[in-house]
């Protein structure tokens, strides 16, 4: 799945707590969080690690796009992986024009704003 991500040396909480304020800085809120390592481990006593999800949402760009194309509604919230890695963090959004790519004056502006998010920890990652 093509994402934008960026890598930092910080912990799993530090790194959470950069992207909510980057995120925030950009008009997104926090609507979900889902921390996925400890949900697996406690259900099936299988470790994936630290890996969470929050699901992330800009109130004014999820209505816009809901106006232009109520399916959009199936890619809300927007979900941002904070990864454990050896070295650190990887922070991972799937990339809006990968998930509508016939869509690009709804994925562009989100594009943006979420690059914008992710600078504000390191270099932008597109895979």
Excluded: H, W
């Excluded at 299988?46 to 194309?69: E, H, T």
């Excluded at 024009?97 to 994925?107: K, S, W």
């Excluded at 594009?111 to 920890?121: H, Q």
């Amino acid at each position: 799945m093509q994402s934008l991500s960026v890598q930092t040396n910080k912990s799993l909480p530090e790194a959470e707590a950069m992207i909510r304020s980057a995120l925030g800085a950009v008009g997104f809120g926090i609507l979900s969080e889902i921390d996925l390592g400890a949900t697996l481990a406690s259900k099936l006593d299988r470790s994936v690690g630290d890996l969470k999800i929050i699901g992330a949402c800009n109130p004014q760009f999820a209505y816009d796009a809901l106006m232009a194309d109520r399916s959009v509604s199936l890619l809300l919230p927007c979900n941002v992986v904070l990864d454990a890695i050896p070295t650190g963090t990887r922070i991972s959004i799937p990339a809006p024009a990968g998930l509508l790519p016939d869509r690009p004056e709804i994925t562009q502006p989100v594009t943006d704003l979420l690059r914008t998010a992710l600078a504000t920890i390191g270099e932008v990652i597109v895979g």
